[in-house]
């Protein structure tokens, strides 16, 4: 009898134990169902909101052209300023206000981004800014209608935001004597870069297998890249994308020639990313700056574990795959030596030296700790820069605690990323801002 009742109760709890199990693998079910259906929700929203947000991508410049194509921009009248020498050096000259920064991707243009943030902010400049975004509808190309609160007529000091260039379409947005400036990279550096930024939203990227994909990539370039693919662009001369050609153009056409000799014609200077001091010399000597109005902390930068460097073999083939930002590259690196000769050797070793020990000298009143520091230990958020999908790779600072006045408000601006800058001149940026909340609440 007692072995019967224990037999029961052991029959019992096994039950027990079996709807237990079946009632926990239920809720299990319920839960990836749950889950499932919310994916696909966000995925649609996602897809849905793209298709408003961003236009399609065109490789012809016609559909960027305005009804307001007559209409340029009509400044006040104002007295002309001094004619300066090639090198912009002569005596009694007015600071330049007017200036178009053509933003390249992966070339410390964030940095130079800030100096113009900074100079536009100190003097009340009007900034051609984006519409709902952090650019201009990029990779579309550019068009006026795509500034914030653009009327046909206005006229803007600086325009400095990502775009994919359109010449005409920024001309007409600014007085005829503004300064045009870009900034380019060692192709196969920024190749490098970019892959590793942009990589996981670059969909024939995933067919990648092996742990080092960049390595796999360049093997056999022409086996993964699809000049049609969504994304396509950041992987093959981006820096000539980014300037408004045709990045698959055959390296042998004359167009290739035509296009960098057009570069040189409109734009008045450009920087290197690799001679960032330098060049910034050549750009405060050209606009007739003050020394303060190019001191720069290094924003935007990924930590040192999150930059494997290309081998030599490697490199040679990021050069090849980018063979066209590699002549681009070539052309003004030998163009911007021609600069500096005519600047004079010894005073930009002096005037460099003097940039670095200023940069040197706010890095020890402003940044707590001194460096930069990784994401997760920065503090305040409105310090916390835009982190590539998947990954909290890029660098920030930390504002010191105790700052004296002369210098706290410069110290803010010199650290702030460029969300969080763009928020602050007051641009409307819903769709970076909804972007962002679905990222966190994904955990993207």
Known sequence: MEHCAHSGQQAGSQRSLQVSEMLLQKKRWESMAKGLVLGALFTSFLLLLYSYAVPPLHTGLASTRTSEGAAPCSPAPSEPEPVTSA????????????????????????????????????HGLKFAFPNGRNDFDY????????????????????????????????????PPNATFITVLRDPARLFESSFHYFGSVVPFTWKLSGQDKLAEFLQDPDRYYDPHGYNAHYLRNLLFFDLGYDSDLDPSSPQVQEHILEVERRFHLVLLQEYFDESLVLLKDLLCWELEDVLYFKLNARRASAVPRLSGELYRR?????????????????????????????????????????????RRICIDGGDAVDATAIQDAAMQPWQPLGAKSIMGYNLKKSIGRRHAQLCRRMLTPEIQYLTDLGVNLWVTKLWKVIRDFLQW
């Open 87 to 122: 090198n912009g050096s002569a005596q009694g000259c007015q600071p330049r206000r007017d200036i178009v920064f053509m933003k390249t991707h992966k070339t410390a243009s964030s940095t130079l981004l800030n100096i113009l943030f900074r100079f536009g902010q100190k």
């Open 139 to 174: 990779p579309a190309f550019f068009a006026r209608s795509l500034v914030q609160d653009y009327r046909p007529g206005a006229c803007f000091n600086i325009i400095c935001n990502h775009m994919r260039f359109h010449y005409d379409e920024v001309r007409g947005l600014v």
């Open 318 to 362: 990021a050069t090849a795959w980018n063979e066209l930002d590699a002549r681009l590259y070539r052309h003004f690196n030998a163009s911007f030596w021609r600069k500096v000769e005519a600047f004079g050797r010894e005073r930009m070793a002096r005037e460099v030296a003097a940039l670095r020990r200023a940069n040197e000298r706010m």
